[in-house]
């Protein structure tokens, strides 16, 4: 059997088991810190309650980018079950982790706020189009010269057309620049 000093004065010894094979290694059991979350959204709920490990380098952030794409939110924010939503939850924008630090085994609330759909702002946009069309039509009696000599390949398109698919493709252009990216391409 060898002995190997530790280097404080102690020995250790070391060997091989009753079989013959070497020892096994100590294992090390580590906690995660955890949070327990009760989600709400838009005040109304909980609509879910969970455990989020905490992250970092000290173990003590949140993974808020993580609780915004699971659940669909563009924010999220401190809640009360008195005093209502609260401060909003920042978070780098590296890493995804919560600026605040948390304790384990702490109960968060926190209160989300839905990403806006796409088609509310694009009927917005529309009826509006619709709306300014219907008053020049009517305060026009003759189209202006220019509407009349509005020809695109053959096909006479009046303007009002061609300005919304001018605002939509914008609008669709803002919200969606990073979907392609996101997916790879």
Do not use: H
């Amino acid at each position: 059997m060898e002995e190997k000093s530790n280097g404080i004065g102690e020995i250790e010894e070391l060997g091989t088991n009753s079989d013959g094979s070497p020892p096994n290694p100590k294992t090390v059991r580590t906690m995660v810190p955890e949070v327990e979350i009760r989600l709400y959204r838009q005040g109304k709920g909980p609509i879910d309650v969970f455990k989020s490990c905490l992250g970092g380098w000290d173990q003590d952030q949140l993974e808020v980018r993580n609780i915004l794409d699971k659940y669909g939110f563009k924010s999220v924010f401190a809640f009360g079950l008195e005093s209502g939503r609260g401060v909003p939850i920042r978070f780098n924008p590296r890493n995804g982790r919560s600026l605040l630090n948390y304790k384990d085994g702490s109960v968060v609330y926190i209160d989300g706020e839905p990403k806006d759909s796409l088609v509310k702002p694009v009927t917005k946009i529309l009826l509006g189009v619709a709306v300014i069309t219907l008053l020049i039509t009517l305060v026009t009696r003759e189209p202006p010269e220019w509407i009349r000599n509005l020809n695109v390949a053959g096909i006479n398109f009046p303007p009002w057309i061609l300005a919304c698919v001018v605002i939509v493709f914008t609008r669709m252009r803002k919200r969606t620049k990073d979907f392609l990216k996101n997916r790879g391409w």
